[in-house]
């Protein structure tokens, strides 16, 4: 939502650019990947989301590991099973590995939904945030830089840090 909103002004960047021409314009930069990780419920939801990789990693290592374990038994006895005893092995294996895709897919999504749900909050003050910082700093318009940054403008101001401290300042807990 808040990449629609800056991808927004960024499209309109041209269109206003040229009718402010003659005017000084002073460009905010804020990076909001930066910020996230560095105001105080950022750094929460990060770690929160790694104690959810780390247990979800582990479930994953353990099924791995039997799969493994599986074929290696499977290699050692090849030559004394029957050959439908061995693609029953082999077809248990791969529906193995099947699931074990499945699973690892699933955890992802649950993982990246997760983020999404604990991150959007956050993102909704954080828009309050760098509107009010953009307007204390004389700002004409402020622009993400997370993933397209700014080659070059003449008056810039990096917003960063400010929006930082006024986030904690507000809603650090």
Known sequence: MLRTVFMSIVLSLPIWLTAQAKADVLV?????????????????????????????????????????????????????LSADARAKKEKKIQEDILQLQQKTMNYQQEIQKQEGELKKPILDRLKEIVDEVS???????????????????????????????????????
Not at 59 to 80: G, H, V
């Open 135 to 173: 307007k204390k700093n004389n700002v004409d318009f402020t622009v993400e830089v997370s993933n397209s940054p700014v080659v070059y403008a003449k008056n810039k101001v990096e917003l960063s840090e400010m929006v930082i401290k006024e986030y904690d300042k507000k809603h650090g807990k």
């Open 28 to 80: 905010g930069i804020v990076n909001i990947q930066r910020i996230m990780s560095e105001i105080k419920q950022g750094a929460k939801i990060n770690e929160k989301l790694q104690k959810m990789y780390e247990q979800k990693k582990g479930e994953l290592k353990t099924d791995e590991d039997n799969i493994k374990k599986a074929q290696q038994e499977l290699s050692k006895q090849a030559s004394l």
